[in-house]
C-alpha cells in the first residue's frame, strides 16, 4: 500500500502546477524505492520503458529538425515555389493534398504527412502563397481560414485513406472484436474494399469544399476591399 504514495506526488505536483515531466518522473523514482528497487534497477525501468515506446517519444527528434528547416527559409521556399504556378490556387492545391493523402494512406504511408511535419512547414504556406498571388497580402482572418482549409485537407485524406489499407490498426481492431464477439470469420480485405466507396466520396465532398474556397476567398476579400474603400471615402465631417 505504501507504493501508492506515488500517486500522491501525481496529485500534489499538478495541484502546485509543477512541470509535468518532472511530477511523473519524480513519482517514478519514489513509486521504484518504495517498491523495494535499487536505484539501478529504477533506472533500468526508465531506460526499457523508454526504448518500448520510443515511437510514442520520435517528436523528440522531429520538431527540432523541423524548426530548424523552418528556420532556414522552408516556408519561405515553399511559397516561391507555389508562386512558379501561375493556374495552381489555395483550393486547388489543397483538392490535389487531399487526393495524395488519401491515396498514400490507402497504401499504409500514413506516417509521411500530418500536421506537425508537413502542414504547417509547408502544405499551409504554399496554399497561402497561392491565395496571395490571387489576392495580394491576405488579412489574418483569411489567412487563418486558409491554413485551418490545409488542415483539414491533411486529417480528411488520412482518416479516410488509411481505412483502405488491409493491416492498419483499426480494421484489425473492428475485424477481431466482430469475430470474437459474434463468432464470424470477417476478413480484414472485406472491411478494406467497403471502405473504398467511402473514401471516395469523402474525396468528392470535402474536394468541393476545397474548390469552393477559391470563391468565398474572392467574395469575403472584395467585400473588405470594398469597406475599406468606403471608409478611406468618408470625410472627418461624415465621421462626426
Known amino acids: ?24 518522473g519524480i513519482a517514478g523514482i519514489v513509486t521504484g524505492l518504495l517498491g523495494k528497487l535499487s536505484p539501478q534497477e529504477v533506472l533500468a525501468a526508465f531506460g526499457n520503458g523508454f526504448a518500448s515506446s520510443r515511437s510514442v517519444t520520435i517528436f523528440v527528434i522531429t520538431l527540432p529538425v523541423i524548426g530548424l528547416l ?18 495552381l490556387t489555395a483550393g486547388r492545391f489543397l483538392a490535389l493534398y487531399l487526393g ?3 491515396l498514400t494512406a490507402a497504401f499504409g504511408l500514413t506516417s509521411i504527412g500530418g500536421p506537425a511535419q508537413s502542414v504547417r512547414p509547408m502544405v499551409a504556406p504554399m496554399a497561402e502563397g497561392a491565395a496571395e498571388r ?11 481560414r486558409v491554413r485551418s482549409y490545409a488542415a483539414s485537407a491533411d486529417t480528411v485524406g488520412l482518416f479516410f485513406g488509411e481505412d483502405c489499407f488491409l493491416a492498419i490498426g483499426s480494421i484489425l481492431l473492428i475485424t477481431g472484436f466482430v ?8 476478413e480484414p480485405l472485406q472491411l478494406a474494399l467497403w471502405a473504398i466507396p467511402t473514401a471516395v466520396c469523402a474525396f468528392l465532398i470535402h474536394g468541393a469544399r476545397l474548390l469552393r474556397l477559391d470563391r468565398t476567398l474572392d467574395r469575403d476579400l472584395a467585400a473588405a476591399a470594398s469597406r475599406s474603400a468606403q471608409a478611406g471615402d468618408r470625410t472627418p465631417e461624415d465621421a462626426k
Open 179 to 186: 469475430n470474437t464477439t459474434y463468432d464470424t470469420h470477417l
Open 1 to 24: 500500500m505504501i507504493v501508492l504514495l506515488g500517486v500522491l506526488v501525481v496529485v500534489l505536483g499538478f495541484a502546485t502546477r509543477r512541470n509535468p515531466l518532472l511530477v511523473v
Open 100 to 102: 495524395l493523402r488519401q
Open 70 to 87: 523552418e528556420r532556414n527559409g522552408l516556408q519561405e521556399q515553399a511559397r516561391v515555389l507555389i508562386g512558379r504556378l501561375g493556374k
Open 134 to 144: 490571387r489576392h495580394g497580402p491576405l488579412p489574418e482572418q483569411v489567412r487563418e
